[in-house]
């Protein structure tokens, strides 16, 4: 059996401080429709007589927004979400998978950071539970179910924070590879050990 990771400082007091690399949100919103139909564009034809079997959402991009007046410290962001589905279709006996898409336009109320010389960006997730759907036509798809989105402005940053130093790890088999007899992680001559 395997021993928990321990932490290769003192529980008492710290180590040092380090850096870490993190993108900030600095506002968000989440939305649920709940039985909700989309109409899908594909990029591809379907065949004639496919059968529909299922489909998921692959990827999910806000974009052309712009930002508006701003009231009670939240701007207006407006802009275009496309969100690209893979659909799943039954061609006489074969399954093929075609990439669909839906633009829709969206409003909503966020705070947008000011100042500072990195840039912000707006992201958005998008997941659905799909319980079905049918092909409307050579370049057209229908599918059914409960659609979330969040939409975030985030920041890539750099964050101090203190630190107990790096996660020792202990051998899972008891045994040690030879050519490791050295920290994993790398140092600088100035990390506290």
Do not use: H, W
């Amino acid at each position: 059996m395997a021993k928990k990771a321990g932490c290769g400082g003192s529980f008492d007091g710290l180590c040092c401080r380090m850096v870490i690399e993190a993108k900030r949100v600095f506002d968000g919103c989440a939305s649920t429709d709940n039985n909700v139909t989309l109409n899908l564009v594909t990029e591809e034809a379907i065949p004639v007589g496919a059968d529909f079997v299922s489909a998921r959402v692959s990827s999910s991009e806000f974009s052309s927004y712009s930002i508006g007046e701003s009231d009670n410290g939240c701007d207006t962001v407006m802009g275009e979400i496309v969100t690209t589905f893979a659909v799943t279709y039954n061609d006489a006996g074969v399954l093929r998978t075609v990439a669909a898409v839906l633009r829709e336009q969206v409003t909503v109320r966020l705070k947008i950071p000011s100042g500072g010389f990195i840039p912000y960006s707006i992201e958005v997730q998008t997941a659905m539970n799909i319980g079905g759907g049918a092909i409307l036509g050579t370049n057209a798809v229908s599918v059914s179910g409960c659609k979330v989105r969040i939409i975030k402005v985030t920041a890539p940053v750099d964050i101090l924070i203190p630190t107990y130093g790096y996660c020792k790890y202990p051998p899972c088999t008891g045994g040690v590879c030879p050519g490791v007899v050295g920290d994993i992680f790398p140092q600088l001559d100035s990390d506290d050990a």
